[in-house]
């Protein structure tokens, strides 16, 4: 319940980012030599998934959440989530006979160390504190849904303290809800989280950077996390740099999220696609558009051809 509530927290966030956003800037993202960053002979490697095979590791990543049902707009299954080609699939579509109805279908999975429940395997998981983590992807070009790169904190800001990100950050490697954003489509932004989904949430964004063809082409998105902070990379180079929104570094172990959202809200358990309510009560559309533009007879394919995370040699 712990995670619905995060979940469902992310889409809060990024209305506020986005409503606050009068001083962030379309970026262009600076490819010079200067800027550039890949981990070499003084960096080892942890954590290596090419999604090869036909299936997912189990004993690294489960299906986010641990049970499939509505979220948001839709609903995420299991069988969103695929491995072929050497990739892995999170597949957004509409499914006229879908397992709970008609409706908008998506997934996400999760390296959380996770006990046997509700029908999944037990998940030895994979977490890290600090390093350099990337995913190689190719974002799905769709309205009303967004694909992500994240990390969050072991133990999902469970007692939390607040006033510091030291015992937990949620940070948000890339994301890309920026497709009914008719002007300027081919842009992601980071972000870092933390203080729980309450009162006491702090948050803090990045510009928006623009991806040159960033739905048509394999893109890498990386974070190195020290004490320094927090410093994003697309295609290796440094698109902006962070300590985080109360000027502390996590310092617990996080695990990695790839996932994909489909815009709406959830009422008496039901998906409302595209919709939310405005400060009236009145039914609008979301703030990240509709899926409802999207063409019900495509699949909207988020594509992973890898995760790396790296750690820096003493
Ligand atoms: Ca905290
Ligand atoms: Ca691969």
Redesign the pocket.
Known sequence: MLKKIMCGSICLLLVLLLCSCGGKKIREIEKTPDNAFAPDDNWELTFSEDFNGDSLDRNTWHYAYSEEGVRRGGWWVDDAVLVENGNLVIRTEYRENGKFGAGWYTGGIESSPREAENGQPACTGFSQTGGYFEARCKVPATYGNWAAFWLMPVGD?KD??????????EIDIFESPFMYWKEHQNVISHAIH???YGE?LASIGSDYIEVENLYDEFHTFGLKWDETGYTFYVDGYETWHTKDA?DTVCNVPAYLLLSCEVAGIVEDEKPLPGQERNADGELTVNWAGTPEDNDKTKAYDFLVDYVKVYREKA
């Open positions: 800001f939390d303290v607040f006033g510091t990100g030291e015992d937990g950050a933390v203080d729980g006491e109360l």
